[in-house]
Structures are given as structure tokens and as C-alpha cells.
């Protein structure tokens, strides 16, 4: 983020995203939301468009900074080796953390994601973001011995993705970190052909 005061602007908006829905994000919302005097946020995003640039780029600097901590207990593996419980671990605890603790920012996302396929600018960001993740999820799952990591990570991805649509605003149930973590086990060792 570009100051200190975009980063004010763009957590009041993605609380107002995941608050309100993308109806409700207006700039004059973001103020209020923000404890702003009125045309401030005016001032970082002049658009509608460049509040919604700018709210994802914070967004993804949420995400990837929640990503971070929970797999920075795999730094100490030795390098290209990573053991395929001790993943399922890390992926338990992103997860939970996304469904929990950072509810309000995988909401937000989504709102983000679908305005993202009627808007071109957006749909770039959206798409290199995902790009950015996809790789993670590949570079871990050839750490834990999938014989074809690309193929793993984009079927890694779809079911992450789906486990938090339905925790967050499907039918179904939070699961608990206990029960992401051997979902996440199950899965590896397929995965893994082990």
C-alpha cells in the first residue's frame, strides 16, 4: 500500500464488503466507516474502479500475509522436502483461519471475485493474484511428492476453494481444525499416491 492512509481505506472497505455486499460500498460509506472527514477516500481512489483496485490490493496483502504465518512452521523442513502431514497441518490452519478468524476478508473476496468477472481491469488483478496462489499450492505439493504438482494444485485449489465457499456461505457447517486437518491428510495421500 501506497500510505498508511490507503491501508485505512481499504480495511474500511473490505469490512464494508463484507458487511453490506458490493451495494453498499460507496466512497462516502468508506468515510464514515473509516472515521474519515468526507473526500478522503476520494483522495486515494478517485473511481470506483481504483476503490475496488485498491481494496483488492489490500485484500491481498490480508490473504497472503495470513498464508505466510500459517505455513512459516515448513521453513524449517529441509529445503524441497516438505512431509505431507506437516502440510495438511499448515493447510488446516490457513483454512481455519480464512473461515474464522478472517471471515471478513475470504467474504469480501468473494463479493471482489464476482464483481471481478463483469470488470476487465479487476478480472487481471483478480487472475494474477490466483496465478501467484496456484504457485504456492504447486511448489508445496512437489515439496510433498506429488508426481504431477500442476495437475494436484489446481485440483488443491478447487477444493480449498469449495471447503470455503460451504463453510462460509453454503449449507454447511465450520469444520474444526481437527477435521480440516484429516480431510486435508486424505487428501495428500492420494495426492501423493501414497
Known amino acids: 500500500m501506497s500510505s498508511q492512509r490507503a491501508v485505512v481505506v481499504a480495511d474500511a472497505a473490505i469490512a ?16 464514515e466507516a473509516a472515521g474519515l472527514p468526507p473526500g478522503s477516500t476520494s483522495n486515494h481512489a478517485r473511481t470506483r474502479a481504483a476503490l475496488l483496485e485498491l481494496t483488492l490490493a489490500r485484500l491481498t496483502e490480508r490473504e497472503e500475509a495470513v498464508f505466510a504465518a500459517a505455513m512459516a512452521p515448513a521453513g524449517d523442513m529441509p529445503e524441497g522436502v516438505v512431509e505431507a502431514a506437516r502440510l495438511a497441518d499448515l493447510l488446516a490452519r490457513t483454512m481455519h483461519a480464512a473461515i474464522t478468524v478472517h471471515r471478513e476478508t475470504t467474504i469480501a ?24 496462489i496456484r504457485e504456492q499450492v504447486v511448489a508445496a505439493l512437489a515439496a510433498a511428492g506429488s508426481p504431477d504438482p500442476v495437475r494436484h494444485g489446481r485440483q488443491m485449489v478447487a477444493y480449498i476453494e469449495g471447503l470455503l465457499f460451504d463453510a462460509i456461505v453454503g449449507a454447511g457447517e465450520v469444520p474444526t481444525l481437527d477435521e480440516l486437518g484429516a480431510a486435508f491428510r486424505e487428501l495428500l495421500r492420494v495426492v501423493s499416491g501414497r
Open 16 to 31: 464494508i464488503l463484507a458487511e453490506r455486499g458490493m451495494r453498499g460500498l460507496t466512497h462516502r460509506a468508506v468515510d
Open 109 to 132: 473476496r468473494y463479493e471482489l471475485a464476482l464483481e471481478a468477472t463483469r470488470r476487465p481491469e479487476l478480472r487481471k488483478i483478480y487472475d494474477d493474484v490466483g496465478r501467484r
